[in-house]
């Protein structure tokens, strides 16, 4: 019996903002599409819709350059012929923090709402692979329904449509886009377009006979092919299949009858469509900035403002829009995918770096002014100290003081601060202050810029309180520096603190001890140097590959000591092979060096980690090899919103080539910022700052530091066989030949890895408190506050172990309210607890409205995410 199949086609047209053309480019291409777009959606009858992909951006690329079509776009979108959202921009989901995705919810969300309506469909056409957590995100904007193309195969589900689950018990009804988002690809004569749609009906990819199926009428960068309409109406009568232009919600209306099944699972796979496991570390440039930068907007610079405004100071909404925006802009997939040209990569390596420029000076002058404020009226210099987290603690702080004395102290109430001079330099402040009341003044000409550690206790839970600064004459103070100890040439260099103890041999093997548990690791880690025969979408083993294991010479291991802060040090000196021809011939000539630091300070728990280098060859990828002879092949690692444990897929890797899969599901996988290894006992954590991608192997994880590749796409890679991907332009850039710098730390834990409260402890480690020294030196001159301050405050107390905080922020509503986001990533749901105290406390979306009380008993479910609407008490 024959099928009556049925083609449910959705108008679209999928635009990437940039990628082998620039930002300008497909502004002008957007400008002639959208208004075509606009003219069939009003004149034809037989329209019924238009989905502008997804992302609210493209409204507004158009519209600030046809601001005359405000009134038909908002026409178009309220009567739900024009479908705008719910994203801002078409954003990568591995590699961008989990609270950039929920910022593009929320802005695409409020931009699309503007217009009349938003798309309330979680539709990600081309982003390479879909986090496990993306029905929770989309849930927490009320989104219940979601369409996506890339990752998806029958090892995990053999529908093609279902309930997606996120660990948290959110569902989404989903369907996959079978046939991509590209049923009209090329701009074919009329009558044609229906035949490569009846071809993929009768043949299609997934098995099990079916009655409807789901395609993208339309295709990158293509403006609607507006024949279709007539070919359609004329093809109902004459073929034998039937057809349907439609949105999404028609879609879901026909085939979400029948009970669906249940999917709980990341979707990282390759089979039908190319996944690009090795973009989470293309262009590790671009990636490291993207991270910091989210981190000073996410854990120190809106709690600050938040701080900040609670006291009377306006709170900069519009340029926080404008930041978040802008880096948003670079994660759409391939943004931050850096699988663009040389050309692009350099735009979206510049728009973060404005924003990292902007974020960094509102900080600066935000402390100031809280410094200013805090202190009027008081004698004395001091150094501000904010803590952004909502829980007291004490900090090994790095900060920079300018004296014109080369002795000081800093004064915490009657106690003396523990400090540790990094590095003391003299300055001309003439040179770097724009006070005019110094210039040229002979005092100012030598002064010292102290770089120092500094040991603060008790900083205030959101909050910040000042030090004292006290200028000395020589030789009365004795500021710690680093003792540099002597070299034995047959001896163990060692550095050890109240927990733990790091010892470098002879040739650079590193052995840890923990000496609170008493377990032991050898030669922990390994740099290792391999061939990358890959492009800028995927790693690809080089089919002849030489890899290179970087060896220390006894000469190059320097231990210095310090009261506060110890070091190891091991420089390489190693030959590299070149480039591709010579690894395949075992021919290394290129002289390379690398230095890693390993630190232990005072009182802390885990290792500090440094490594710099000054990449010299091409076609490589450097990766640290973590030895912890962990068991089995599972690693846990955090992702957008708690934790996942991933292990070699074996069912994947068996049968990938025989079935002709686009990619090898190599066990290379995305990460936030943590990812650990079990041991019998217990295993380490890697915490890693702007790195996001590691490898699984079998007792080791190896954290990707970077990947060198000279070419955009490239054919016929044995990780990835057939075409190339994108476009085959040579990006030299890419070979990242340039100074680098990494940082990660190491934490090795007792127990279960998902009950060592990983996510807590990344957050309190990337999240370091704020100071500035309040002296004569300002580069900038800052008009006063406008506001009065205590000299010390606290904006609010919570401390839940099992709960990560994600943001602290003031609601965009302008309402004076605070959203204080929450994870919990432990395997058992948990209450909140204590809530501030002061606070009238109310459980919120993701678009920061009140949806139900919140109180102590409220639980958070494992894995899940919660937002607190919180307004100021009155206090009597
Ligand atoms: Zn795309």
Redesign the pocket.
Known sequence: MSLNKKAYIVPHT?W?RE?YFSTEESQVLLVFTMQQILEQLEQDEGMPCFVLDGQSVMLEDYLSVVPEDTARVTELVKCGKLLVGPWYT?TDQCVVHGESQLRNLFWGCRDAKRFGAVMKVGYV???FGQSEQLPQLLQHFDIDKCVFWRGIWEGITENTEFIWRAPNGSKVTTAVLEFGYSAFQGMKPIGCHLDGIDQKMTERFWPGERENFLFMGGH?QKPWQSETVAEIHNANVERQYSYQLCSFEDYFSVTTEKPLAIVESEMLYGKYSRIHRGIYSTRYDIKKLNSNVENLIVNQLEPLLTVANSLGMKYPYGLMEKNWKQLMQSH???SIGGCNTDSVNRQVLARIQAVRENAERLKDITLKQLADASTKGLEGEFVLAFNPLPYQRDAMVELELVLPTRQFVLHDGDDLVDVHSIDCQLVDINAIVQDPTTLGDERFKSWYRHRIIASLHALPACGYRSLMVERLADKEADIDGNAESARDQNQLQMIQNEYLSVNVDTTGKVSLTNTVSGEHWEDLLTLVDGGDDGDNYDFSEPYKDYQVILQANPNNIKVSQGALRSTICISYQVKLPNNLQDRADKLCTTEQTAVLELSLEKGSDQIEIHIHLDNQVDDHRLQLHVNGNFLGQETIADQPIGLIRRGNDEQALSVWQEQEWTSCPVAIYPMQSVVAGETEQGGIAILTDGIREYQQYHESIAITLFRAVGYVGKPELKYRPGRLSGLPDASPDSQLKQPLSFRLALYPFKGKAVEAGLCYRAKHWLTTPLTLHNGVVQRFMIAPPLFEAPECFSLMFFDHPELAVSAIKATEDESGAVIFRLLNSGMQPTELGDLPSGWQVEIANGMEQPIGKATSSTMVPSQGLIALRMCKTLSK
Do not use: I, L
């Open positions: 999928h990437d990628w078409q056409p081309d982003s990158d759409a997939h391939d």
